[in-house]
């Protein structure tokens, strides 16, 4: 998503890599939100965990208050404008051109995965590998415990020695030659608990209506179909 979203990583991708193709999946807000800032809070780059607090959050952000104290960017956390996708859609038409820009619509990836699998092997000039079963991966989440997340996180975020050298020290293979799990990865994985987004309530759900509706329409003009059943659900 943040390659979308972000200013100027599409440019640069594309300056690096004039013949890349780009596969963007778009959801509804309604859910993406809820989805994103819980994400945003196991990575440590929120740190309000009611949804509607950190929205009415973002006028002060932007005058660089309030800012979560491992942040890495405050754009991340601009709620308002994180799933104005039909900006971001045409941003990346007119940068790369339709003929390598693939849109899949979530609600039709989860009615039919194998159909839009297919579509998007096509699009890469891929040849279809057979495989019609698709496991759920990459849940939401949370983290276990704070002072374990900060450690795992925080050096990354600032420069710190403490996470490498851990890593370094940590043996890699058993001792019959096959490699082991790093250590990193399993006190990553100690600490991730599955956790469901809370949804928006009422009021929150009617303001973000109000406010993306408009670029809803937009994005249904850009891909030639009505997405005005996100907000009528």
């Not at 599409?10 to 859910?31: C, D, G, K």
């Not at 950190?54 to 979560?68: C, F, K, Q, T, V």
């Not at 859609?89 to 003929?99: A, Q, S, T």
């Not at 579509?119 to 704070?146: A, C, I």
């Amino acid at each position: 998503m943040s390659y979308l979203y972000l200013p100027g990583v599409i440019e640069r991708i594309n300056m690096l890599n004039p013949q890349a193709r780009f596969v963007v999946l778009v959801r509804n807000p309604l859910t993406m939100l809820p989805s994103f800032h819980l994400r945003m809070q196991f990575l440590l780059q929120e740190d309000e965990p009611d949804f509607q607090k950190a929205w009415e959050l973002e006028p002060s952000r932007d005058r660089g208050e309030n800012i979560p104290k491992y942040c890495l960017d405050a754009y991340l956390l601009k709620y308002s404008q994180v799933a104005r996708f039909g900006v971001q859609v045409e941003r990346l038409f007119n940068v790369v051109g339709r003929d390598r820009a693939q849109v899949v619509v979530f609600d039709d990836f989860k009615s039919d995965s194998l159909g839009t699998y297919k579509n998007l092997l096509s699009f890469l000039n891929v040849d279809y590998d057979g495989q019609t079963e698709f496991e759920r991966r990459f849940g939401s989440q949370m983290y276990r415990y704070g002072w374990l997340q900060r450690l795992l996180f925080k050096p990354v975020t600032s420069g710190g020695k403490v996470v490498d050298t851990l890593q370094r020290r940590a043996r890699k293979y058993n001792p019959d030659g096959t490699k082991r799990m790093g250590l990193i990865k399993r006190l990553t994985r100690l600490n991730k608990i599955p956790m469901k987004p809370t949804p928006l309530s009422p009021q929150m759900t009617d303001i973000v209506r109000e406010t993306l509706r408009h670029d809803v329409m937009h994005l249904s003009g850009l891909l030639d179909r009505d997405l005005s059943f996100w907000f009528d659900r």
